[in-house]
């Protein structure tokens, strides 16, 4: 009798784990509506469509959510700070699971995002950096390394003009190098131009170098291509180096030192920042010199990270994504293997 107790004991038990064991499966599937969990809403505030890099900055972020099956609430800020305030606050009204953004300039998100913290809604920042009085008003931040950047195009540069023997076409024993900014305020901006003059300032050739003249081409081809005709019509014989804070604005300058008669890539060496695929094609005829990589493709690193914290998972204050170094020689053979 006993015997036959236990065993009927040791049977319920086991269909008893069973049963835990498949809603435990049922309910850790990952936020999907088919794990039988709620579904996550994040309302991604972007800052608009200014260049080839923040396309494919966009198409990944919705393109994970769509895998990592989450709710995206997507807002386009039209290059505004304004409106990206206005989607975060209409992000909180409607009680979304969480909040990430692309600020478009470091500062002004102290009051909203604390809006957002007393809403108890965590805030991602994605891409650019803020600059806030409390850093806990955000949870995590992914993006890259906009210093290193700078540093990284000015170490190629110095490394390229002596490579090749490159003197300055005005003479003189300095290079002169003019400078398109991103859009003024950002985060990118500001780093990427410090990056470039701090390794210039340690490098022991920085005195063969000269910034003759720095201004924002607001990150777009036409800005670019714009302000470029301006630096042109000052010092058309003089300016043997363009520095452009992203690819975009090398390529509207390209058409510019075309339309003035020089050699975009020989007469003048044009190096910039982000790695698209339109810099690699300009690569490859001749007419850019070298990218140094911004990598655009955040989407499934935020959609893993707002997982983590929705679950109450520590996560990295600050993670930066990978990303490389492409002068022209290695173009041809990489351009088939570049992703945006
Ligand atoms: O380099 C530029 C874009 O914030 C890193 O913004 C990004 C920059 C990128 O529009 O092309």
């Avoid at 076409?169 to 190098?177: C, L, N, P, S």
């Avoid at 992203?246 to 390529?251: I, P, Q, V």
Wanted: aromatic share 6%; charged share 25%.
């Amino acid at each position: 009798m006993k015997k036959i107790l236990a065993l009927v004991m040791a049977i319920m038990m086991m269909v008893v784990a069973a049963g835990c064991g498949g809603g435990n499966e049922k309910s850790s599937g990952s936020g999907s509506a088919a794990g039988g969990e709620k579904k996550i809403t994040m309302g991604f505030s972007q800052i608009g469509a200014e260049s080839e890099w923040r396309t494919a900055n966009t198409e990944s972020v919705k393109q994970a959510a769509k895998d990592a099956g989450i709710e995206l609430q997507f807002s386009d800020a039209q290059q505004k700070q304004e409106n990206q305030i206005k989607a975060i606050r209409s992000f909180i009204a409607q009680g979304v699971d969480i909040i990430a953004f692309v600020p478009i300039v470091e500062t002004g998100w102290d009051t909203v995002l604390k809006e957002a913290k007393d809403a108890k809604i965590p805030v991602i920042v994605v891409d650019r950096d803020v600059k806030l009085a409390d850093d806990s008003l955000y949870v995590a931040k992914i993006g890259t390394d906009s210093v290193k950047e700078g540093q990284n195009v000015f170490k190629w540069l110095d490394e390229y003009m002596k490579k090749n023997n490159k003197t300055p076409r005005a003479g003189g024993d300095q290079f002169q190098v003019v400078v398109l900014e991103g859009t003024v305020g950002s985060s990118v901006a500001i780093r990427r131009q410090e990056g470039f003059k701090n390794a210039m300032a340690e490098s022991a050739d920085g005195k063969k170098f000269n910034i003759l003249a720095s201004q924002t081409g607001e990150f777009t081809r036409q800005k670019g291509q714009e302000v470029m005709e301006s630096f042109l019509k000052s010092d058309r014989d003089k300016i043997d180096v363009l520095f452009a804070h992203n690819d975009d604005m090398a390529l509207g300058a390209i058409q510019a030192i075309e339309a003035a008669g020089l050699q975009p890539g020989k007469d003048i060496t044009i190096v910039s920042i982000d790695g698209v695929k339109g810099i690699f094609q300009a690569m490859i005829d001749g007419k850019a010199n070298c990218t140094v990589e911004c990598n655009p493709l955040q989407g499934p690193l935020l959609m893993e990270t707002a997982k983590k914290i929705l679950k109450g998972e520590k996560v990295e204050k600050l993670v930066y994504v990978d990303e490389g170094i492409f002068p022209a020689d290695v173009a041809e053979k990489t351009l088939p293997e570049r992703k945006y």
